[in-house]
Structures are given as C-alpha cells and as structure tokens.
C-alpha cells in the first residue's frame, strides 16, 4: 500500500517519526491504532452517557427544579 500526504502531512509525519524514534511505518500504524482507540473509548462514553441519562432522568428532572 502506498499512502500519499500533503506537505502539511508529510512535515506532521516526520516530526512524529523524529520524536517517536520510529519508522514513517511504524509511526503511521502507531497513529491508526491511536485514532482506533479514541473513537472507540468515545463510543463507550456516549453509550454510557446515554444510559445514565435513561436511568437518571427522573432524579436530574426533580433536582432541577
């Protein structure tokens, strides 16, 4: 797979790889495992959110008054 950046990416890139210690692929697989992560823990918070809000709404609703 060839992946293909703007000037911008490819200056992002290599300061990651400077600072990482890593190769251009590695920090690229590194970054896609990270982005993987957070859209996954923010999933699991908006799920969670959600059903607080379900089981608690009646208690915000009195507290709110």
Same mark, same amino acid.
């Given at each position: 797979m060839t992946l293909r950046f703007s000037e911008d990416g490819e200056q992002l890139l290599a300061a990651l790889v400077a %600072? /990482? =210690? #890593? %190769?251009?692929q590695e920090a690229t697989i590194r970054a896609i495992h990270e982005v993987v992560r957070l859209h996954g823990h923010a999933q699991a #918070? !908006?799920?969670s %959110? =959600? @059903?607080?809000? !379900? @089981?608690?709404? /009646?208690l915000m609703e009195r507290l709110g008054k």
């Open positions: %600072s /990482e =210690g #890593v %190769s251009q #918070v !908006s799920a %959110s =959600g @059903r607080a809000k !379900s @089981r608690y709404a /009646e």
